[in-house]
């Protein structure tokens, strides 16, 4: 079964305006790290921003903010102030933390990204 | 610049042929992490390693094998190779591959060509 969720294949955004990206999870696991991450055009993979099941605030990172709402399993990439070079695709990737098994120790589950397009 | 060092950049070889990637994590981590990007499966986990050993497997082939050395770089070891195979590889190291913050940073990827 799918672990994560991205529903907005694409998406245009102007310059300057603020764009949220969309993503929720699905875990009986009480303990998990929610993570972000920035594929450019060039291909590398950039870490962006984290949010734990446990943590309290949603987590901000500059211009990089993080919806939480935890009981709707939804964790939205929020990015004001939008710039040319934002232009990427955005991945949002879950750990589950409290299932040490050999299965699952560490890894990361990705969903399908959003392609973000920055017009001027 | 993540520190996560990956070579080579590309690669293009035949069908039924063995390639071996290269990845040196960011100093003083010590979990490395292999992952595949490809248009039909997305984004895969297929192995993880800590300190040396293995730690975690995921959808990794029998045909395909990896290793930590006791310096930590690691190699991932694709043979017999098929057209299917074409996708960007990506190595990931983390300082302790566990725990909910442990972050993984991502090096370029290797961008493997099958013909």
């Known amino acids: 079964a799918q672990k994560i969720t991205q529903t907005q294949p694409g998406m245009f955004v102007q310059e ?3 764009v949220t990206l969309d993503c929720t999870y699905d875990t009986s696991d009480p303990s998990y790290g929610l993570f972000w991450y920035k594929q450019p ?15 309290q605030q949603n987590a901000t990172e500059g211009r990089y903010s993080l919806n939480f709402q935890k009981a709707r399993k939804s ?10 070079g934002d232009s990427a695709m955005y991945f949002c990737a879950m750990r589950e933390g409290s299932a040490m098994t050999t299965d699952s120790w560490g890894k990361l589950q990705f969903g399908a990204g959003t392609q973000v397009v920055v017009t001027p | 610049d993540s520190g996560v060092t990956q070579t080579p950049k590309h690669l293009i070889t035949a069908t039924g ?17 292999w992952y595949q990007q490809s248009l039909d499966q997305g ?15 995921g959808n990794i082939l029998e045909r395909f094998s990896a290793q930590q050395f006791p310096d930590l770089h690691s190699e991932l070891n694709l043979s017999s190779l098929e057209l299917g195979d074409s996708a960007l590889y990506f190595c990931a190291s983390s300082l302790r591959g566990a725990g909910l913050t442990d972050t993984q940073y991502f090096g370029p990827g290797t961008r493997l060509t099958v013909l």
Do not use: H, W
Not at chain 1, 75 to 84: D, G, H, R
């Open chain 2, 17 to 33: 042929q063995r390639v071996t990637l290269r990845c040196s994590p960011r100093s003083g981590d010590l979990s490395v992490y």
């Open chain 1, 16 to 18: 300057k305006e603020a």
């Open chain 2, 43 to 57: 984004l895969q986990f297929l192995i993880q390693y800590y300190n040396g050993e293995e730690r975690a497997k």
């Open chain 1, 75 to 84: 964790a939205n990439l929020v990015i004001s102030a939008s710039q040319l």
């Open chain 1, 41 to 55: 055009s060039s291909g590398e993979m950039i870490f962006l921003i984290y949010q734990g099941s446990y943590d």
